[in-house]
T-cell receptor, first 113, second 114 residues
Framework: SQTIHQWPATLVQPVGSPLSLECTVE??????LYWYRQAAGRGLQLLFY??????ISSEVPQNLSASRPQDRQFILSSKKLLLSDSGFYLC????????????FGPGTRLTVT | GDSVTQMEGPVTLSEEAFLTINCTYT??????LFWYVQYPGEGLQLLLK?????DKGSNKGFEATYRKETTSFHLEKGSVQVSDSAVYFC?????????????FGSGTQLTVLP
């Protein structure tokens, strides 16, 4: 069966510090991968998606970036965090051929102080 | 473009009450429709889905029917439990887009009181 991991689970970082969040998927090949952000009490905002290694599409302009160095690894990064980067970050995967449903990881709670 | 509209929350019910969370959508073609549930501090879990008109998705006592004529996918449960307290998201997968992106509603917070 497929599983998705995210780490760390929680993170407290000062403004201006770098960020690296990691997501890995097991049990499937060539998944589509997604990064979402969820601000407190708000809905989901799609940040990035990837259909393959090295292929990243950005949905919103910001100081975050994403990379996909391996088929089942997706990394979210920032060189300098802003207060507004605080939120709950969710990674998800999907596979073509299904109905389009996405499967989510447990999330990373990021607090920028 | 595609869009999903959910009823505003929060919704507060007593245990064993009937639940309806309304969801309507706008999309071209024949989208697939989903309900996700998010428990506090966790990621989203797929609750149920329907891929064509008149399909009924069901899981854990929850049901939703894909109504193309009214472009709706309302979530229902006959008797809610305290453990159903969570945020519920309606979503659709439109026909366009190679990455099969989902369009989410804004979420509805449900609180069930004992």
């Amino acid at each position: 069966s497929q599983t998705i991991h995210q780490w760390p689970a929680t993170l407290v970082q000062p403004v201006g510090s770098p960020l690296s969040l990691e997501c890995t998927v097991e049990g499937t090949s060539n998944p589509n991968l997604y990064w979402y952000r969820q601000a407190a009490g708000r809905g989901l905002q799609l940040l990035f998606y990837s259909v393959g290694i090295g292929q990243i599409s950005s949905e919103v302009p910001q100081n975050l970036s994403a990379s996909r160095p391996q088929d089942r690894q997706f990394i979210l990064s920032s060189k300098k965090l802003l207060l507004s980067d605080s939120g709950f970050y969710l990674c998800a995967w999907s596979v073509l051929g299904l109905a389009g449903e996405q499967y989510f990881g447990p999330g990373t709670r990021l607090t920028v102080t | 473009g595609d869009s999903v509209t959910q009823m505003e929350g929060p919704v507060t019910l007593s245990e064993e009450a009937f639940l309806t969370i309304n969801c309507t959508y706008t999309a071209t073609g024949y989208p697939s429709l989903f309900w996700y549930v998010q428990y506090p501090g966790e990621g989203l879990q797929l609750l149920l889905k329907a891929t064509k008109a008149d399909d009924k998705g069901s899981n854990k006592g929850f049901e939703a029917t894909y109504r193309k004529e009214t472009t709706s996918f309302h979530l229902e449960k006959g008797s809610v439990q305290v453990s159903d307290s969570a945020v519920y998201f309606c979503a659709l997968n439109g026909a366009s887009g190679s990455a099969r992106q989902l369009t989410f509603g804004s979420g509805t917070q449900l609180t069930v009181l004992p």
